[in-house]
């Protein structure tokens, strides 16, 4: 019994690793974006999440943030799909080596940057059936949050992108990865819905965006990656988290979520683009 118990632990933390940003940071990803959207674009999503709902019951409306975690309980049930969750670029080498960390492993999967890739195909190709090109789109919503948050898109000394350090925050033990998935966010606000609205508000208004809407999952790794180099590792001796690394990661944590959601809105209005062979 004690041993089952013990397993069941066991289990369940190394289950916890794989967590993406929590259910607010991507549901904020995904509102923001859904925010940005053409009719066009918004249509043609609409059609495609419409496929999941009975004929009957269906209203019309469709919401991208209800989706956005959709891959996270998929992976519980698909290990194949663990990898595609992150891009473990180690700090120690600060360069993309898609050779060693996107590597094709065959019972995992390799990595964020290809499965974004792959996933962008699926729904861009109208020959394949819709519910194929549906869980593209949730797929999508969810991993260009994921590329977003640093430790998606980095590791330490095999730390598993900060699964592996514990600290203190604000007087609470919990893992530095959680710390950025959740803790951040929700020390800053009680609703995601307030901190799409504190990003509409406060973050958005007036900054000059010329160039940050694009770009390619390669290069938003390396953004990310270079916020866990300067801010998210740049931790205490005594890893004792407060106000002081509290006020330098919410911008980063701010910036984040709101360029992910604005790249997010693009890559769906590109992908999703009538064309000659796709009306
Ligand atoms: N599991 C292993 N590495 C990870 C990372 N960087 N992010 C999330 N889960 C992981
Ligand atoms: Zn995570
Ligand atoms: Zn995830």
């Not at 790794?221 to 740049?234: I, Q």
């Not at 979520?257 to 999703?272: C, E, H, N, V, Y």
């Amino acid at each position: 019994m004690r041993l089952l118990f013990l397993v069941a632990i066991a289990l369940l933390v190394q289950n916890d690793r794989v967590l993406a940003w929590g259910q607010e940071g991507h549901s904020i990803v995904a509102e923001i974006a859904a925010h940005c959207l053409d009719q066009t674009t918004y249509d043609s999503i609409r059609a495609l999440l419409k496929t999941d709902l009975l004929p009957d019951v269906q209203d019309g409306h469709v919401s991208l943030g209800s989706i956005a975690s959709w891959a996270d309980d998929y992976r519980a049930e698909h290990e194949e799909s663990r990898n595609w969750h992150f891009v473990n670029i180690p700090f120690e080498r600060g360069t993309y080596d898609p050779q060693v960390d996107c590597r094709p492993d065959s019972r995992y999967g390799d990595c964020i940057i290809n499965a974004i890739e792959r996933q962008r195909v699926t729904l861009a190709d109208c020959e394949k059936s819709p519910a194929e090109r549906t869980a593209a789109l949730k797929f999508i919503v969810h991993f260009v949050g994921d590329i977003h948050q640093p430790l998606h898109a980095s590791e330490r000394n095999g730390d598993h992108g900060g699964n592996d350090v514990v600290v203190s925050f604000f007087g609470k033990s919990a893992k530095l990865h959680a710390v950025w998935d959740t803790d951040i966010i929700l020390r800053t606000v009680y609703a995601w819905g307030a901190y799409v609205t504190r990003l509409e508000t406060k973050w958005l208004p007036g900054r000059d965006l010329s160039g940050l809407d694009g770009g390619t999952p390669v290069d938003w790794a390396l953004e990310s990656h270079k916020f866990a180099r300067d801010v998210v590792y740049d931790i205490p001796d005594g890893a004792v988290l407060e106000m002081n690394y509290y006020s330098r990661a919410l911008p980063v944590v701010d910036r984040q979520l709101a360029l992910a959601g604005l790249r997010l809105a693009q890559l769906l209005k590109d992908t999703l683009k009538p064309t000659a062979s796709c009306p």
